[in-house]
């Protein structure tokens, strides 16, 4: 469709005027400007919402949102064709069979031992080995290998040596969705575990003998304590009221030497509500700080990553701490559960802090333990009431504690957010189904590929400088402040404002400092072959020649280290901002780096990303475009509104 | 840019040629200023029945005035202790923090403070207009105005040389009454009538500035913090007194070592310097959306929260820049 309008969400007057495409996979916008010819690319995965509003003299608009937040304001001059973009779009965004999405038609032109080797690199054998196990408290169980006792669980789970099959099998049939409990970390300094599962089917009184010799196995495999937590993630109330549903918590009186506790998270649908009243904060025009400190605590976002990250603390702490195993589960056991069992991880083992580590975290406590990667992030059309933001969640409690100990974690902020953009736009196979068994079932792994592979490669983008492995941050458990810290959350722009442009600290440190090391370390290079040189200099004849090979690489030297300085102070076309991940053409180039050439090409050079953050210094646009009246440049005289916002260019 | 007090309109309208002529010469012919007056419209005409006012626009055809009210004073005072006391609730749930937060209000003057200081730097920059700031008296909002207006506009004024010259004019020059202002700070129940934060006010602000361009200014936190302590309470006569007059008086510059002394010896410029500084020519221009204005976190919650892993992080970005 031609002539439509692209707007910009802060500035009704900054519109572009373009083409529209729609192809299998992508909405695409392309700029009439004949220099730059801007595109802006969205994957179908990614819409979460369209919505076709009121036509106005100027046309139809339509408003595109999106699961990784980006929102994209349309204005389509005919009814008719913004009729007919919105019914496809619809029917786009809501793909009926996974053959339908990305990854399927894929092609990053990687040859299959490639694509093998990819789906290769995270291995769970390898983790729970490196954890420890198998050892003489814990054995690999292959009770589930035909998927036979549960359907959600992977085919091999590691469990107490003292639960044999039998007690396997009967507390499974005790445990909704027969998920039974099975270890989670492994902390072989002093035996302590984490182990997770779903609610017991306990109602108001029924017992299982062999779920309670399940627990009794949990608390054997850890002789240096002679109980076991039990913490129930649900507030107190919900678990109550499962009791009617024959389902419940476990009850102290029945099973021997368990601590049972409540840590009231809440449910999927709350959450959902919560984000959604959020994104409406994002989403208003000129707000007063008032206007965003409310919505945000009415939203109760900020709360309910507390309280996530509060639950992962007690975990952590009752099994660094206390050396007391811990048995987490929730209602089914693949939402809270997994969140706070992968926080209380992170915060246990300095491996999961760096990146590989943090891959395996997922690859263990979401993917193979079958959180509903489908219905929660809604790859089909499904049940609306079924998606909510739980792993969004877990990725924001990693970014509030890489806020607080800025060293600890070996990779920076914009790997947490492609991880994010990744788990909703099915471009790898990494996050279809709902389980292990459905991924193979669609063969997953012989006909997608692997985020972890295409992240892995392009690791340079993802590094934190300030990551020192012997760093004093990085030995042992985290431990975040417990309170008072409400303070200590904060909104996490980077991820829910992530487009837009104006409201981000210009000037990316991270990048700063990973080209300085990068910088450092050609210099140290280039120091030892010049050494070298002298040292053969100092043993053979001085000739001519060799004394003037010496100064040129000695003006080499210098070259390196003002070329930088040359591109800072140039002022660059800031319509190059490239942080805006979908404006990128993935068939572009072989790899999907093309999404990431904002940190391959510019890594080299990465100060043009400051200059191009100068010039937007000197740019007119944020402050202009602020005008709700849309009026002239300044505003009139006398404007006399005694508002507290003082937009300063209000009318 | 220029500075002034308001002029002594009083109800009568009264007029003053001398007045009107300065102000005519500072413009050229055909040409149009700016007066941003950092009341409310109303409050300025209020303040015509006490004596003050503004100037008419028939008295000073070739001015535009803009109103843009900033809190000052007892409410700005009482802004800065509700703050200070939500830091310090430990009872407080994540529930109401966010509450008590926007109830104190000091993030809305902050964002107050920045764009009124944007919209005197746009109007030089973009309209290369002149630029009259004033509001009553002239010794609060104005110069919080007109120097974040420099930093803004000025890379001069980000290195720590031209920050302490902007400070030594802005503020202590241009007669800020630290000496009233600055009294007994946020835990005092004592609510004395000329106490307000104004100069706590521009120091966050440069600290959101200093957060949005981290590059851009050549000293970090640590100066702010220095600056924030020794304004309340210091070994230096620098901050001493309200004015020119009263140092003078005071002999304040014989008796009394000067601050900037102390801070300039090579040692203590270590400590404040970024060593993310790079010289920006260019002028920078803050965001001043809500998300983009944050708590200043090193000050309010300076002795609640441990710094010890920022302190970390800080060591290791000089490490890295120093081993470069």
């Known amino acids: ?651 | 840019m220029l500075r002034s007090s308001q002029p002594l309109t009083g109800p009568n309208r009264r007029r003053c040629r001398e007045d009107e002529t300065l102000l005519g010469t500072i413009l050229d012919e055909g040409e149009r200023g700016f007066i941003i007056d950092t009341r409310s419209a109303q409050a300025a005409k209020q303040a015509r029945m006490t004596g003050g006012g503004t100037e008419p626009k028939s008295s000073y055809p070739q001015w535009r005035r803009l109103h843009r009210p900033l809190e000052r004073g007892r409410p700005l005072q009482e802004s800065f202790a509700k703050l200070v006391e939500a830091c310090g609730d430990p009872s407080l749930s994540m529930d109401r923090w966010l509450g008590r937060l926007e109830s104190s209000r000091w993030l809305s003057h902050v964002k107050a403070a920045l764009s009124t200081a944007c919209l005197a730097a746009q109007c030089m920059d973009r309209e290369e207009a002149k630029v009259l700031v004033h509001g009553a008296e002239g010794t609060d909002t104005t110069l919080l105005v007109t120097a974040l207006a420099q930093l803004i506009l000025d890379p001069s004024c980000r290195t720590l040389a031209g920050f302490q010259g902007l400070l030594e004019r802005e503020w202590i020059q241009a007669g800020h009454p630290f000496h009233l202002r600055c009294a007994h700070s946020a835990y005092s129940h004592a609510r004395l009538k000329q106490e307000a934060p104004l100069f706590l006010l521009f120091l966050d602000c440069v600290w959101q500035l200093s957060r949005q361009f981290p590059f851009s200014l050549e000293f970090g936190e640590q100066l702010l913090l220095s600056l924030f302590d020794n304004a309340y309470a210091s070994a230096y006569g620098t901050f001493l007194c309200n004015n020119e007059k009263e140092r003078s008086l005071c002999k304040v510059k014989e008796s009394t070592h000067s601050l900037w002394a102390w801070l300039n010896r090579p040692e203590e410029q270590q400590k404040l310097l970024n060593p993310l500084y790079s010289h920006n020519a260019l002028v920078i221009w803050p965001s001043v959306e809500p998300q983009s204005i944050q708590l200043w976190q090193g000050l309010f919650l300076r002795w609640i929260r441990p710094s010890q892993h920022l302190d970390e992080a800080w060591a290791e970005i000089q490490r890295l820049v120093e081993e470069k």
């Not at chain 1, 949102?65 to 007919?84: G, S, T």
């Not at chain 1, 409690?397 to 492609?418: G, T």
């Not at chain 1, 040129?552 to 280290?561: F, G, I, N």
Request: hydrophobic share 35%; glycine share 6%; with cysteine.
């Open chain 1, 1 to 651: 469709v031609e002539n439509v309008r692209l707007l910009d969400r802060l500035s009704s007057r900054k519109a572009v005027l373009g083409t529209l495409y729609l192809t299998a996979t992508h909405v695409i916008f392309v700029e009439n400007g004949s220099e730059t010819r801007k595109e802006t690319w969205v994957l179908h995965s990614q819409i979460s919402s369209i919505e076709k509003q009121a036509t106005t003299a100027t046309g139809c608009p339509l408003l595109i949102r999106c699961k990784n937040f980006q929102v994209i304001q349309l204005v389509i001059p005919q009814e008719r064709d913004c009729h007919d973009v919105y019914i496809s779009l619809i029917r786009l965004a809501r793909p009926v069979k996974y053959e339908e999405l990305y990854c399927f038609s894929f092609n990053p032109k990687l040859d299959k031992e490639e694509r093998e080797q990819g789906w290769k690199l995270v291995d769970l054998n390898e983790e729970y080995n490196r954890m420890g196990v198998p050892n003489n408290y814990w054995q690999i169980c292959d009770v589930n290998r035909d998927y036979g006792v549960c359907d959600s669980y992977p085919t091999e789970v590691y469990v107490p040596k003292s639960a044999t099959a039998h007690i396997i099998v009967g507390s499974s049939k005790f445990r909704s969705r027969r998920r039974f409990p099975a270890l989670s970390y492994y902390c072989k300094d002093n035996n302590a575990s984490i182990c997770r599962s779903s609610q017991p089917l306990s109602g108001f009184s029924a017992r299982c003998l062999e779920d309670e010799q399940m627990l009794q196995a949990i608390r054997k495999a850890n002789p240096g304590s002679d109980f076991i937590y039990v913490v129930d993630t649900r507030p107190k109330l919900n678990a109550m009221a499962n009791r009617a549903a024959g389902k419940g918590y476990e009850n102290e009186d029945n099973y021997s030497n368990i601590k049972f506790q409540f840590i009231g998270i809440e449910n999927i649908h709350v959450m959902r509500n919560s984000l959604q009243k959020m994104l409406e904060v994002c989403e208003l025009k000129s707000p007063s700080m008032s206007d965003f400190l409310w919505g945000l605590e009415n939203s109760g976002w900020l709360k309910h990553i507390k309280a996530i990250m509060d639950a992962g603390i007690f975990i952590a702490k009752a099994v660094a701490e206390e050396g007391v195993s811990v048995l987490v589960h929730c209602s089914d056991g693949w939402d809270r559960t997994a969140q706070v069992c992968s926080v209380a991880s992170l915060l246990l083992d300095p491996y999961y802090r760096t990146m590989k580590g943090f891959m395996v975290l997922i690859e263990k406590d979401w993917v193979s333990f079958g959180h509903k990667f489908n219905h929660r992030y809604g790859n089909l059309d499904g049940d609306p009431k079924e998606i909510s933001p739980v792993i969004d969640q877990f990725i924001e409690c990693v970014w509030q504690l890489m806020e607080q100990f800025p060293c600890a974690f070996e990779f920076n902020e914009r790997f947490l957010i492609h991880i994010q953009h990744h788990i909703y736009s099915c471009q790898f196979g990494n996050f279809l189904c709902n389980s292990q068994k459905e991924r193979r079932e669609l063969k997953i792994q012989e006909r997608t590929y692997s985020l972890w592979a295409h992240l892995w490669k392009n690791r340079a983008d993802y590094l934190n400088p300030l990551y020192r492995s012997d760093h004093s941050q990085n030995q042992g458990t985290l431990h975040p402040q417990i309170a008072p810290c409400n303070f200590l959350y904060k909104f996490w722009s980077g991820m829910y404002n992530r487009f837009e442009k104006g409201l981000h600290p210009r000037q990316s440190v991270t990048d700063y400092l990973m080209a300085v090391k990068e910088e450092t370390q050609q210099l140290e290079e280039e120091l030892e072959v010049l050494g070298e040189r002298l040292a053969n200099l100092q043993k053979s004849q001085l000739g001519d020649n060799k004394v003037q090979s010496k100064q040129q690489d000695r003006s080499k030297q210098l070259r390196l280290s003002t070329s930088n300085n040359s591109l800072a102070n140039t002022p660059q076309e800031y319509s190059n901002d490239l942080k805006s991940f979908p404006s990128r053409s993935p068939s572009q180039g072989d790899e999907e780096d093309s999404a990431l050439i904002l940190t391959q090409d510019n890594l080299k050079s990465s100060d043009p990303d400051l200059s191009a953050n100068s010039d937007q210094e000197s740019g007119v646009e944020d402050l202009s475009c602020r005008s709700p009246s849309g009026g002239g440049c300044l505003p009139s005289e006398d404007s006399g509104k005694d508002s507290d916002e003082a937009v300063f260019l209000a009318g």
